[in-house]
């Protein structure tokens, strides 16, 4: 009887482990920010819906340089343009 | 050049562009991808169209009792059951369907340029290619107002004044029930 209650705990354990990654990235799914056309199409459409002000203005200039940045291949520097153009989409 | 040479000339160029247009039109050349947004001068177009369209309509409309406390928080739970999926709410996540419409549904949370006439306009009947319903199919003008009352007041609130007025509102179900029978009331009247 203990040797299949420990067992059950010891699947329910590793089944729990096993599920936190994907927790993990669930809750970290509206940060992620990554530097592709759809991504770009889809700030650009956010920005569209904002009103005139700093906020529009800015994220405006951060979409601009993620894209430079994806022209010249670099991921990095247009995934953190796109990171602040979407949160300037937010203010 | 005569007159009539120069007419010829003008028709036969509006003409020329005309089926350029019609050609592009067949040809399907503009995307309408909902996740490829317009050029800035459609985008411009679009929306100078809705905003002309929607002042024109609304002009005659008399807002009604907007401050009563009744009507805000009848509109709370109508805001939160049928608008705040794509429109959100005070400390709320943008949602999958918020983040997919095109063009996107303005966040409630923030203010508005419409008036509370062109507000219940909108509500009312709804905007063609953009996702927003015409309530006024299912809902009379009366539900509407609270709607709109609840709207004016939704830029004041924080999260939790959201939630508690959410929580506290009468449901949405019993609201259109009675609707249905102040409907039928005055069906009923009719016939006498």
Redesign the interface.
């Known amino acids: 009887m203990s040797l299949l209650t420990n067992t059950l705990l010891r699947s329910l354990l590793v089944a729990g482990f096993a599920g936190l990654p994907f927790t993990w990235a669930l809750s970290h799914e ?1 940060h992620h920010a990554e530097c592709d056309e ?1 991504t770009v ?2 700030s ?3 920005i ?2 904002m ?1 005139e002000g700093d906020a529009k203005t800015t994220a405006t200039k951060e979409l601009e340089a993620a894209q430079q940045m994806m022209a010249k291949n670099d991921m990095e520097g247009c995934k953190s343009h796109i990171h602040s153009a979407m949160e300037a989409t937010e203010k | 050049m005569s007159a009539g040479r120069r007419w010829r000339l003008v028709a036969g160029a509006l003409l020329a562009l005309l089926a350029v247009v019609a050609v592009a039109i067949y040809a399907g050349l503009y995307n309408i991808a909902a996740d490829v947004p317009h050029t800035p001068p459609v985008y411009w177009l679009l929306e100078t169209v809705r905003d002309r369209s929607v002042a024109a309509r609304a002009r005659d409309i008399v807002p009604n009792d907007l401050d009563d406390a009744n009507r805000i928080s009848k509109g709370a739970g109508q805001y939160a059951e049928m608008c705040s999926g794509c429109h959100l709410a005070p400390g709320m996540k943008r949602t999958e369907i918020s983040r997919g419409l095109y063009p996107r549904a303005p966040e409630l949370r923030r203010k508005t340029n419409l008036t509370p006439a062109e507000q219940f306009w909108v509500v009312k009947h709804g905007v063609k290619m953009t996702g927003m319903p015409a309530w006024g199919v299912t809902h009379d003008d009366d539900l509407l107002w609270d709607v709109v009352a609840f709207v004016r007041k939704l830029p004041e609130l924080t999260p939790e004044q959201y939630e508690t007025l959410v929580k506290n509102a009468p449901k949405h179900e019993e609201l259109k029930h009675e609707m249905e029978m102040d409907s039928d009331h005055e069906h009923s009247g009719d016939h006498q």
Do not use: L, V, Y
Request: charged share 20%; aromatic share 0%.
């Open positions: 509206a759809t199409n889809a650009k459409a956010d569209q819906a009103g």
